[in-house]
């Protein structure tokens, strides 16, 4: 950062259009965010290589993992309507299921023992295949081949992607509508954002952001084109873009496509105390740690993390072409959402960087 700036906004403004000229990204949106609204936002570079078209305030991108807090919360939610508990078995909503004894708490903190295989296509299919997509026989097939856990139910603790994908069936099958229109309802909606502020869906490449590899990538670049089978991938400049528009299979572990201002009004939420999407015990619950190891601590989706003796809530997210992290600072009543259309960018985006400007 550029301490000559006075000004906050213009050097953060201006550390990030310095890393986009240098080629280390080609579009972003980040913002930072209190209880009362946005504490500041930044929309830099391009969401369209090729078009030219810039990335704007307003521009969606796949957020991926981060996704699975949302999940967390239609949970939370579900519970505080007395149709579910935390400490209920999976196996009594999806009776296909080859765990015996992991409950929703468990699978909600990654402390259930599941496994979190890469199978071919188990993360997304392209749109020209979503009208004959079959979410459940796609996931009865994923568990039949990966059926042994890797601990005993509450023994240890491993991030799962298939954990959270059958707890969207469990909302499912709790709720009786979709997962994408429970959460449309009962958490975007409650909130005053629109599908065009806010949405699971393909992209639209004609105003969202299109997802991009380094050419140096190669091993992005095979799985997009050769495990997923029918990737169309076009080189512009350092980078190169998928023309193909995708769903996720299982959009409770990684669906929502969205701008960052319109995603950070979820968590902005999630910080007052007169949350509007859940109740001060279930908001409560929420953050509270459910598993430590050596490695890492969990509450409900999010990773308890410290820094300079700071305590905070984040989540990472990415995969085709995109990244995505959400972080809570709940004693400085701050949090930030940093989106970017390119798989693994620089070190030099850390929000560990880029937060501390707004937490000084």
Avoid at 20 to 40: C, I, K, T, W
Avoid at 261 to 285: I, K, M, N, T, W
Avoid at 323 to 352: A, H, I, K, Q
Wanted: hydrophobic fraction near 40%.
């Amino acid at each position: 950062m550029d301490r000559g700036i006075a000004d906050r906004h213009g050097r953060v403004a201006d550390y990030l259009e310095r890393l986009q000229r240098a080629g280390e990204f080609p579009g972003l949106q980040y913002v930072v965010f209190d209880r009362d609204g946005v504490v500041d936002s930044h929309a830099v570079g391009l969401a369209d290589v090729g078009a030219g078209r810039s990335m704007t305030g307003s521009t969606r991108l796949n957020v991926f993992s981060t996704t699975k807090i949302v999940t967390a919360v239609c949970l939370l939610q579900l519970e505080e309507r007395g149709l579910l508990d935390l400490e209920d078995e999976a196996g009594r909503y999806l009776d296909y299921l080859p765990y015996p004894g992991i409950t929703l708490r468990q699978l909600a903190s990654h402390s259930a023992g599941v496994p979190d295989p890469v199978l071919g296509n188990f993360f997304v299919h392209w749109q020209d295949e979503h009208a004959s997509f079959d979410r459940e026989a796609l996931l009865r097939r994923v568990v039949t081949r990966s059926s042994k856990p890797r601990f005993a139910p509450g023994q240890g603790a491993a991030y799962s992607n298939l954990g959270y994908a059958l707890l969207g069936q469990v909302i499912e099958r709790v709720s009786g509508t979709s997962y994408e229109s429970y959460v449309q309802a009962n958490v975007f909606q409650a909130l005053g954002l629109t599908p065009g502020d806010i949405r699971f869906s393909s992209q639209d490449y004609g105003v969202d952001a299109r997802p991009y590899f380094r050419r140096s990538q190669l091993l992005f670049q095979i799985l997009a084109r050769f495990v997923l089978k029918g990737g169309q991938l076009r080189r512009q400049g350092a980078w190169v873009g998928l023309d193909n528009r995708f769903y996720l299979n299982a959009p409770a572990h990684g669906g929502i496509v969205a701008s960052a201002e319109s995603y950070a009004a979820v968590f902005q939420d999630l910080l007052r105390p007169d949350s509007r999407l859940l109740g001060a015990e279930a908001r409560e619950l929420l953050f509270s740690e459910q598993v430590r190891t050596d490695k890492a601590a969990f509450a409900l989706a999010w990773f308890i993390q410290e820094r300079d003796g700071r305590r905070f809530f984040s989540h990472r997210g990415g995969g085709l072409g995109y990244v995505s992290e959400v972080r809570l600072y709940p004693e400085n009543g701050l949090g930030s959402v940093l989106l970017v259309n390119m798989t693994t960018p620089s070190r030099r985006l850390s929000p560990d960087l880029l937060d501390a400007e707004y937490l000084q």
